[in-house]
Antibody, heavy 115, light 107 residues
């Protein structure tokens, strides 16, 4: 089955760090660009970050630039999001999404930043 | 950054109604636009890509049109399972940007 599964979310204090993972199956992960998208409770969708298939090109939303780092391990069919200096406004469900056209999404993982 | 202005933000409609949702881009994005449906507690699901191409498995009552700066999602005959929130997304340039969403509710 073609799918993406996120993990690593949880409760973290402001200023803390979390690392999200997205594991792909059912397709050739190394062929695809990947993205992270988040959705704060009751709010709309916000694009967070992009990484090319090889990892050579990376982009970030201004809201996370300098704090979040996207990476991938094609040998492990995995995408990552290292989130540092977390803020309350980072509280959201985080989705990974496949390709530049966002054709496949994971089920999401909830990150809560609160003291 | 490209701004995506989606309207309306919400609408009430009845089963069988024709529904139209519009997204306007702040600058031309060719046909680099997708439409997504999201139900409560679920991940978004792509309905349309390249502005007008129906995703495999999506009912034909959904259609998309437009190019450049004006785009439309149409549901020709609203069904009970279509009550959800709909988003457009431009993938022409970074940062990628979504419309604000349109919540389709039961009248």
């Amino acid at each position: 089955e073609v799918q993406l599964v996120e993990s690593g979310g949880g409760l973290e204090q402001p200023g803390g760090s979390l690392r999200l993972s997205c594991t792909a199956s059912g397709f050739i992960f190394s062929n695809y660009e990947m993205n992270w998208v988040r959705q704060a409770p009751g709010k709309g969708l916000e694009w967070v970050s992009y990484i090319s298939s090889s990892g050579s090109a990376i982009y970030y939303a201004d809201s996370v630039k300098g704090r979040f780092t996207i990476s991938r391990d094609n040998a492990k069919n995995s995408l990552y999001l290292q989130m540092n200096s977390l803020r309350a406004e980072d509280t959201a469900v985080y989705y990974c999404a496949r390709s530049g056209r966002f054709g496949l999404w994971g089920q999401g993982t909830l990150v809560t930043v609160s003291s | 950054d490209i701004q995506m202005t989606q309207s309306p933000s919400s609408l009430s409609a009845s089963v069988g109604d024709r529904v139209t949702i519009t997204c306007r881009a702040s600058q031309g994005i060719r046909n680099d636009l997708g439409w997504y449906q999201q139900k409560p507690g679920e991940a978004p699901k792509r309905l349309i890509y390249a502005a007008s191409t129906l995703q495999s498995g999506v009912p034909s009552r959904f259609s998309g049109s437009g190019s450049g700066t004006e785009f439309t999602l149409t549901i020709s005959s609203l069904q009970p399972e279509d009550f959800a929130t709909y988003y457009c997304l431009q993938h022409n340039s970074y940062p990628r940007t979504f419309g604000q969403g349109t919540k389709v509710e039961i009248k």
